[in-house]
């Protein structure tokens, strides 16, 4: 009898926890700083923990923990046993808690300066930042990394929370300045709220309750500001942006755009435009799992289906027809290097922007920011958690708006193309104008008419291998017979184009990527006059002749390896370049001490150390003649 009536309450208390508003905050600061602890404090404090996950935090704390007697609470964050083991946090932690006002979701990120990229992460997906200081130690390098990252992630309410402050005697004298070193650094970031609380996670002074330790302090406990800070999210109020994930076509008579809308609001009878072709329509209907809607807005997933048959697929982007994204492939960004190898100007990577993904490269690295002094320094390439303000070209025009108007179409990641890690994090500033003014000519006079004249396919055949590998003996025999039946052809070495075309680059890796970059441009203009182009360089890294490869058509790039063993190569050294290099009189020499990277799928391998410079030029006019490049 009384089921009912118990029922009723558990209904209650479901539908009025749905009504809390939702507050997304992370912590971060440096190792040891008491971050887990922190978030173990607030899960244990406010009741939101079983008996035997209480009774698992007693025994963990006895064998793993560093509270002495007491409980660790950062042992119910710190999960993983790697983590236990060498007392560090190495991954975003996700824990939710709620209290009668309100509903969290708390990100635990990392304090080692090599996980800064998931202290981006968990920026990414915040409101607020609680940024912890060590009251013994004040403002550390992480201190000034995250705070500059928040800023730049967009993040407007910052707790600056001063914690371990037990163990300066509850100091109101160091707690004070911390906090004046803290807004003095951070004045320029555009915080709208900053609120500095003096704390002990461990004995829990200004978390949950005022703590009659700090009596000099007048502001509120943690929870109590987390529990009261005005952060509702402006993404309705932003331009309607819709990343279409998906085209639903479940039959003839339905074609819908699917995705989650990642700003604004539509509502049916709204005017769209498909921001990459330019085409515009209305919207007919909006449809969700529960129905059709008159309206919708960020965050929602849906299905729009719009009045004219307009084109659109995977990664276009759906607006409104009068606050339209800008569409260029080139921008200026701020970028975060989150990987070991470095960022190198020119290099092919992949970009994720909203649903699409494209090739990109950054095309200029304007300066690098130093986080102690925030000065903008020179810099040819980006190492580890370096933060940069870099121009970027894309291979084809994206959809965009600068990140501090739509941060959800103004957020990207970096993706390397040979191993698929993510290894760099981006916010788009603003698009370069003169992107736009620069259009293809159309002409009358084609590549096939071109190469037609010559009787031949145009090709690039690209030689790679060791510095005296034999790669351009092979080159020089191989055109040579190929002069001799009538071919037009070109060949580019490299040791002649650095006596002009690339005379400004020297050898670093950087430099080296630059060097491939132009001499592909060269070739495909080459390739597009008809030519047959042999291209001889060492060209030392995958990523570069993979960018080349993707710049010519289909069967017009073939890689050819002519596989030299380092003893052969070096053997031969008519230029004495190995001696000196072993010497130490030549840097960033390949084979030495900067890597060659083999070729994992070339057409054509070359026995260079047995086979003769004559046979391998042969070799390859037969692969020609077998395949159709001499007609």
């Known amino acids: 009898m009384n089921e009912a009536p118990a029922h009723s309450a558990f209904a209650d208390y479901l539908a009025a926890h749905e009504q809390k508003s939702l507050l997304r905050?992370?912590?971060c600061g440096s190792v040891d700083d008491g971050k887990s602890t922190l978030?173990?404090?607030?899960?244990?404090?406010?009741?939101l923990l079983f008996e035997d996950q209480l009774a698992t935090l007693a025994s963990d704390s006895r064998k793993h923990g560093t509270a002495g007697e007491d409980l660790d609470f950062a042992l119910l964050v710190d999960g993983l046993a790697a983590e236990r083991e060498q007392g560090i946090t190495i991954d975003v932690a996700y824990r939710f808690f709620a209290t009668d006002r309100r509903k969290f979701i708390v990100a635990d990120t990392p304090g080692h300066e090599q996980y800064t990229r998931n202290m981006a992460t968990g920026a990414s997906n915040s409101d607020l930042a609680v940024i912890l200081v060590d009251a013994r130690k004040g403002i550390l390098t992480q201190t000034r990394r995250h705070s500059f990252i928040v800023s730049l992630l967009g993040l407007k309410h910052v707790v600056l929370a001063v914690n371990k402050?037990?163990?300066?005697?509850?100091?109101?004298?160091?707690?004070?300045?911390?906090?004046?070193?803290?807004?003095?650094?951070?004045?320029?970031?555009?915080f709208e709220t900053l609120v500095p609380i003096p704390l002990s996670a461990r004995h829990g002074d200004n978390v949950i309750e005022k703590s009659t330790n700090t009596a000099w302090y007048e502001g509120p406990s943690l929870l109590q500001h987390l529990d009261t800070v005005e952060v509702e999210s402006e993404a309705r109020a932003?331009?309607?942006?819709?990343?279409?994930?998906?085209?639903?076509?479940?039959?003839?008579?339905f074609r819908g755009f699917s995705g989650t809308i990642a700003s604004g609001v539509v509502r049916v009878g709204d005017a769209v435009v498909v921001a990459g072709s330019g085409a515009t329509s209305e919207i007919a209907s909006i449809v969700t799992q529960d129905g059709l809607l008159a309206e919708a807005g960020a965050g929602e997933a849906v299905t729009v289906t719009l009045r004219d048959e307009i084109d659109a697929s995977r990664g276009d982007v759906i607006a409104a027809a009068d606050a339209r994204p800008e569409v260029s492939d080139q921008f200026a960004a701020h970028l975060i290097w989150m990987h070991e190898e470095p960022l190198l100007p020119g290099r092919p990577y992949l970009m994720k922007?909203?649903?699409?993904?494209?090739?990109?490269?950054?095309?200029e690295i304007k300066h690098r920011v130093d986080v102690n002094t925030f000065q903008k320094l020179a810099a040819k390439t980006l190492a580890l958690n370096d933060v940069a303000v870099v121009n970027i070209a894309t291979h084809d025009p994206i959809a965009f708006d600068p990140y501090a108007k739509v941060p959800q179409t103004?957020?990207?990641?970096v993706i390397d193309r040979m191993t698929n890690q993510t290894v760099?994090?981006?916010?788009?500033?603003?698009?370069?104008?003169?992107?736009?003014?620069?259009?293809?000519?159309?002409?009358?006079?084609?590549?096939?008419?071109?190469?037609?004249?010559?009787?031949?396919?145009?090709?690039?055949?690209?030689?790679?291998?060791l510095s005296g590998a034999g790669k351009s003996t092979i080159a020089n025999l191989l055109e040579k017979r190929l002069n001799a039946l009538g071919r037009h052809t070109y060949l580019l070495d490299g040791d002649n184009v650095r006596h002009g075309l690339n005379k400004d680059l020297g050898f670093t890796d950087a430099d080296r990527v630059e060097n491939i970059r132009r001499v592909a441009e060269v070739s495909r203009l080459f390739v597009d006059a008809g030519l047959i182009v042999l291209v001889s360089f060492i060209s030392p890294f995958r990523a570069e002749r993979q960018m080349a490869r993707e710049l010519m058509g289909d069967g017009e790039f073939v890689e050819i390896f002519v596989d030299t063993p380092l003893e052969v190569a070096e053997g031969r050294d008519v230029k004495g370049l190995y001696k000196r290099a072993r010497a130490g009189q030549i840097k960033n020499f390949t084979g030495i001490d900067s890597p060659y990277e083999a070729p994992l799928g070339a057409e054509i391998t070359i026995a260079g150390g047995a086979l003769s410079p004559e046979a391998g030029a042969e070799e390859v006019l037969a692969f020609l003649l077998e395949r159709g490049y001499l007609t």
């Not at 922007?353 to 095309?363: D, E, K, L, N, Y």
């Not at 103004?410 to 990641?413: N, Q």
């Not at 370069?432 to 259009?439: E, F, G, I, P, Y």
Request: charged content about 20%; cysteine-free.
């Open 25 to 27: 905050f992370l912590t």
């Open 39 to 47: 978030i173990g404090r607030l899960l244990y404090d406010t009741k």
């Open 165 to 190: 402050i037990d163990l300066v005697d509850y100091s109101q004298q160091v707690f004070e300045e911390i906090v004046a070193a803290y807004r003095n650094f951070a004045s320029d970031f555009g």
């Open 238 to 253: 932003r331009p309607f942006r819709l990343p279409v994930q998906w085209v639903n076509r479940p039959d003839l008579n």
């Open 353 to 363: 922007i909203g649903s699409r993904t494209v090739g990109v490269s950054v095309t």
């Open 410 to 413: 103004g957020a990207f990641i």
């Open 424 to 465: 760099g994090a981006g916010m788009v500033d603003f698009g370069l104008r003169r992107a736009t003014n620069v259009h293809w000519q159309a002409l009358d006079v084609s590549k096939d008419s071109r190469a037609a004249l010559k009787r031949q396919r145009p090709v690039v055949l690209w030689f790679t291998g």
